[in-house]
């Protein structure tokens, strides 16, 4: 490698797992079989609840898990509305389910896993509007599940994060639930790609600029990224009115293509006068957090359980 990465992360290429977003079916083929290559994790203290809910107008229900503390001492609890990563082309709520358990033992707060459906399949805004019908459910369903509308955090990593920061928008514009916080881990943002980061970063692990192009193409059609025509929702850096949304984290790490489009929009919250933590790791990388025995990775994930704690407080 061309790059300065952390000497751990590093010594752990090797093992990683190399995704090809030319090939989506192959693509979802090898991540799954990474996935299932053990059970999923489970926790004795976490009741994990699988429901679903009213999609959006015309289109299928929506499942959801839910992560409840068993002996939550309080109640009603926070939330974490989390949106897993994945281009928009892969994952799902089994990919995050470890984190998810993680977080909720971690903060106390109930977990909410959203199952979006995927591009190329369902292009913008199926998953959005995925991600909106499950927040409605959420809100609506609050005393019922013994949790607080108003301290929902929404959670994202990756694409994710992009669709969290378009659900603020959205949620803002809507009228719809309030978000206390928005935690936006290396997000997808800006279908440009005209960055710095985005045209140096060509072949670093994780993710890179060809991976990039084939996210935005099957999220928003062949002939849509780059254009005039993509909205704000789509692609959240092309956001003009940021302000009135919830305080925000967000993380970026240094040889990701995603990093300048991070820290673009953390200048652009700060300017529309929204709170905003961003944290740049040195020496990492898109997805090297999943390296989790390298002291960065150790400080990355101590310092996103204390930010959710607080914010959720």
Not at 198 to 206: D, E, I, K, L, V
Request: hydrophobic residues 40%; charged residues 20%.
């Amino acid at each position: 490698m061309p790059h300065r990465l952390d000497e751990e992360l590093a010594a752990a290429l090797p093992a990683l797992l190399h995704v090809d977003l030319a090939d989506i079916p192959a693509a979802r083929k090898q991540t799954a079989r990474r996935l299932y290559a053990a059970p999923l994790a489970t926790d004795p203290v976490i009741s994990v609840r699988n429901v679903r809910v009213p999609g959006p107008a015309g289109q299928p229900d929506v499942p959801l898990r839910l992560f409840i503390p068993v002996e939550a001492s309080a109640r009603p609890l926070p939330v974490i509305y989390d949106i897993h990563g994945g281009g928009y082309v892969l994952g799902s709520a089994d990919s995050v389910q470890g984190r998810d358990i993680r977080l909720c033992r971690q903060t106390g707060a109930v977990v909410v896993s959203v199952d979006y459906r995927l591009a190329p399949e369902h292009p913008y805004p199926a998953a959005l509007e995925d991600c909106y019908a499950g927040l409605l459910w959420l809100s609506s369903h609050a005393s019922e599940i013994g949790v607080d509308r108003a301290r929902i955090a929404v959670y994202g990593q990756s694409a994710g994060a992009g669709l969290a920061a378009a659900l603020t928008l959205l949620a803002r514009d809507r009228g719809g639930p309030s978000l206390c916080f928005q935690y936006l881990g290396t997000p997808a943002l800006d279908d440009r790609l005209n960055t710095p980061s985005m045209q140096r970063f060509t072949s670093t692990p994780g993710w890179y600029r060809s991976n990039a192009e084939q996210s935005w193409k099957s999220y928003l059609g062949l002939g849509l990224p780059g254009t005039d025509g993509v909205p704000p929702y789509a692609a959240p850096a092309r956001a003009t009115d940021l302000s009135r949304l919830p305080p925000a984290y967000i993380t970026a790490m240094e040889f990701d293509p995603l990093r300048d489009e991070g820290i673009g929009y953390a200048c652009a919250l700060l300017h529309a006068d929204v709170a905003v933590e961003l944290h740049v790791f040195p020496g990492t990388f898109h997805g090297s957090v999943g390296v989790n025995t390298a002291e960065v990775s150790r400080r990355e994930l101590a310092e996103e359980t204390a930010v959710l704690t607080r914010a959720l407080r």
